[in-house]
């Protein structure tokens, strides 16, 4: 066994609730504490002292100065790989271009299917392992990546080939969705409903036999596949054995309420959503997603996340880390904007990047440090664990443990 303390502070969250509103209040602090693990799992979480007094033989990691202890963060919504740049895009959406304007001079989502498409297997792997590690430096020990920028047999697979063997060489526990429906590429002859049953027929068969991914995404939205045919494939999906997760009002509404209908863990996006899909989502088990780097990269408002929150629901925070609407792809950053536009507390934007972002890829051995899961947590310089969202990303992460192992 290994004690690693003392911390100023630890915040487990071991007792905040799955969904609704939190107040700062509900949050336990453990003062002076440490973290005892045993084969990666955390053993026990308490004072430091009587930690040490009662486990004698445990290989004792002595902390530093004043450090503050957190869950490791969860980002469960990105699409790291990929190839290219498009910070023309950036510049002409700031320069008042539209989105049909800028698909026109070449660029929007299905400039990045090219320049993934074109690029090598190294090229991809290399660039992805590069985005992994910014993310862990962040102290990020859980990352979802998508696919979607392929959009057809040979380089969905690509990409999803190249996720799993970023696997074996990384900390850090990712978590890979297969988003072939991103939109229907150009150079596929048919139209969507085509499109859709060549997905179930071509591509997903073959994620299945190489175990590739165990979820599937759709972007619902006019410039992509419309209500009707989107809640058909995803429950050929699901009866395919798949989770489901949706791109869900982004832009236009109604598509959160058929992720709701056909169980889909997450309804990721939501600027768009109005009142009555609020009451939906909030009465579901489905996870609402806010995605504030898109809202920044775009200039468009934010997810209603108070108005979820005081509904009940399960709201979870990720980046959307992505060449086109989101490329910073600092979540912390992000999600203490969030919070200030949104008014939500310290212990909502907290719980929205651990063990609530968790639920939504369907892992419960996370975003918590309690007994029993896995040791991944994050420590910052700091006598006071509000400054990490108070600081809105300029604090770094001092140390980042994944099974109690130290990885940055």
Known sequence: MKLI???????TLADLPLRGKISDDQ????????????????NNVGDFEILKNDNPDAETVIVEGDQIALPGFVDSHTHICFGGNRANDFAMRNAGKTYLEIAESGGGIWSSVQHTRNASEEELLKTLLERIQFLISLGITTIEIKSGYGLDVENELKMLRIIKKAQSQTPAKLVPTCLSAHLKPRDFEGGNQEYLEYILNEILPKVKDENLAQRVDIFIEKSAFQPEESKEFLLKTKDLGFDITVHADQFTPGSSRIAVEVGAKSADHLEATIDEDIEFLAKSDTVATALPGASLGLGEKFTPARKLLDAGAIVAIASDWNPGSAPMGNL??????LATFEKLTTAEVLAGMTFRAAYALSLENIGKLEPGKKADFVTFKTDNFQNVLYNQGSLNAENVYIDGNLIH
């Not at 949050?27 to 799992?41: A, K, T, W, Y």
């Not at 912390?332 to 904007?337: E, L, R």
């Open 27 to 42: 949050i336990d602090i453990i003062l002076n504490g440490g973290i005892l693990i045993d084969n990666g799992l955390i």
């Open 5 to 11: 303390g003392p911390f100023k502070q630890i915040v």
């Open 332 to 337: 912390i950053t992000q999600a203490s904007i």
